[in-house]
């Protein structure tokens, strides 16, 4: 792909991603620090202060995306071409978004999910291949919730 298609997808996700963020007065988006292999941080806001943080890695395609089984195909496709260090971990959870240039449909996948708050024991679990699902102001409240969630167990653990 062309140098003006990368930064045409790239931006685009990136608007994409945006609108949904700032849908929300709960958040507050900033650019990740280039080195991180993230692109964007987003702080949660709950009782009226910063509860929690998780990072956003942004991907991009020009075709269109029937449905979630097919974005998942995508993003593992895309993964596999990424030169990343595959050993890079994050201290918070992190998800995935793809979105479609055609109809910018997006989808989201974990890559550091936030698990283990019904246990009690507020763990981070790293995914090796993506589980894409739609990702829309619906399950952004999902997400939002599930970090939330997550932060007030890590809190109460350590």
Request: charged share 25%.
């Amino acid at each position: 792909m062309s140098k003006v298609a990368d930064s045409f997808i790239e931006q685009r996700s990136k608007i994409l991603a945006m609108v949904q963020f700032t849908s929300r007065p709960d958040l507050h988006v900033s650019d990740s620090p280039e080195d991180s292999g993230l692109d964007l941080l987003v702080q949660t806001v709950f009782a009226l202060d910063y509860l929690g943080l998780f990072g956003v890695a942004l991907k991009g395609t020009i075709q269109s995306i029937r449905d979630a089984k097919e974005a998942t195909q995508i993003l593992g496709t895309m993964d596999r071409e990424k030169s990343s260090d595959p050993s890079l971990r994050y201290p918070f959870p992190v998800v995935v978004l793809l979105f479609s240039m055609q109809d910018d449909s997006g989808y989201y996948a974990w890559l550091v999910e936030p698990v283990g708050v019904r246990e009690g024991e507020p763990k981070l679990k790293l995914h090796g291949s993506p589980n894409c699902e739609p990702f829309n102001r619906t399950s952004l409240t999902y997400l939002i919730a599930r970090v939330n969630d997550w932060y007030l167990k890590y809190f109460k653990y350590i």
